[in-house]
């Protein structure tokens, strides 16, 4: 099967870690030897690639192709209206994803399916490409995209008009399976297939080795994700006024971080709370084996792969109990729920981890179940049903339609 990768959230060469989660799927994807993929991974146009202009002026700094993984990616540009961006982003983005797509074809490979990711404004983009190029498509729907989006009147309306015209439809979690129901789209059409994890990458190392090198010497909890507020490392760090035995290491970069250090010192715990910034998976992993929990007291989630990858090499979790997270933390061996979303509850749940802390080597093989390959086949029969019956982009829920899982 040939085909196209559709999408804004994937790695680069000025931002690697970006969208790594749909890059990683795509890998495991074609490592089935059934598959070929180009990727159309279109980002803003910025006229500057001056360093004062901060993090437009690395967008600016993003190739036009480049090759990862032995797979091609397209990097085509695309403009943004600032306070009309959210209404009218769909339409800039296939128009600036057109060119490289047509060029695409004309090169010779003529794809026979779109696979997009994220519903909005991604997926309704690609629905308008398929309409133009005749070709089926297949969105996966990945968190903020269908669990905060469709609050707004336009975006909804425009979700749901992709949905009617997707050849298939992907959620990474059952509750955001639920979340498109929510929204007039048929339960039926939708298939769930999670996240993995990559259980060669993340894996246990020498604990205490690393222990060492990262210098720590009391019980160490990790917070990883943007510092941005809907990941809430504030509630981790206000948390610890209430577990003075332990410290935390929060592991990402973002717009938050001088607030989040002021708040440290504030808080009088400056001197447990260490920012290491944004790592390498590589580095992520040692972090994660050195650990003795992992902490994730985001807001919203769809399906947190950190939390996988945490598990994968060992060490339990401390979650809220959102979106995705409670299909991921089901059984006591992979850590423990929030009750509630506030510094209390927080320190209340890492107490009740420490006082039942689970076997690490039950705790990877509890993640052991989230391979790539159930995820994988998942991908492979419903991409096959779509091509076997010849379908392009569909024209709404009143034509006969194609049962999903």
Known sequence: MKI??????????ARPGHGIFVETRLRNLLASGQVESKVVAPVPWFPSSNPRFGKYAVLAGVPQEERR???DVMHPRYVTVP????????FLLAAGAYSTVNSIIRRGYDFELIDAHYFYPDGVAAILLGRHFGKPVVITARGTDVNLIPRYRLPRAMIRWAAGRAAGMITVARALKDDLVSVGIPAERIDVLRNGV????????????ERRKLGLTRTTLLSVGHLVPRKA??????ALRRLPDMDVII???GPERAALGALAQGSGVGDRVRFAGALAQQELRNYYGAADALVLASSREGWANVLLESMACGTPVVASSIGGTPEVVAAPEAGVLMAARTPEALADAVRRLFEHYPDRGATR?????????????????????ILSTG???????DQTQTRHR
């Open 4 to 13: 196209l990768t559709f999408t804004t959230l994937y790695p680069h060469a």
């Open 365 to 385: 093989r509890y993640a052991e179940q989230f391979s790539w390959d159930a995820t994988t086949a998942g991908q492979l029969e419903l991409f096959g049903r």
């Open 198 to 209: 990559d259980l060669q990458l993340f894996r246990p190392i020498d604990r205490e080795a």
């Open 69 to 71: 993984f032995g797979i």
């Open 233 to 238: 490392h504030d509630l981790v760090i206000q």
């Open 83 to 90: 306070k009309l961006g959210m209404s009218i982003a769909p």
């Open 391 to 397: 379908a392009t982009v569909r024209h709404g829920y």
């Open 251 to 253: 592991i990402g970069e």
